[in-house]
């Protein structure tokens, strides 16, 4: 139980770094978090989310590997859900595209 809190109140307070704009403080956090998650590829797409939210380019990095992670596990609407937003955030990217 006292786990479970301690990761609750984790959580939280990634989410207050993001609202104070702490940007290294948030990945900081984030990647302690991240060790607790059992699925990389939502990890990824967490991270990407993470990094979009500061406006990072390095997201879109995330995003595909998620994407392409989601792909071989067989977890079509998870890869087709992420890249589909690769698309909406990268629309000159034609690889990309066909998912729209």
């Keep these: 139980m006292?786990?479970?809190?301690?990761?609750?109140?984790?959580?939280q307070k990634l989410s207050s770094f993001i609202d104070q704009g702490q940007k290294e403080h948030a990945l900081g956090m984030f990647k302690l978090l991240a060790f607790s998650m059992d699925d990389k590829a939502a990890a990824l797409k967490l991270h990407g989310d993470l990094l979009l939210s500061f406006d990072d380019p390095e997201a879109i990095k995330k995003y595909d590997q998620a994407a392409k992670l989601y792909e071989r596990k067989k977890q079509h609407d998870e890869s087709t859900a992420v890249y589909k937003l690769l698309a909406q955030l990268c629309p000159d990217e034609k690889k990309y595209q066909k998912y729209i």
């Design 2 to 11: 006292n786990t479970e809190k301690n990761h609750a109140q984790a959580w």
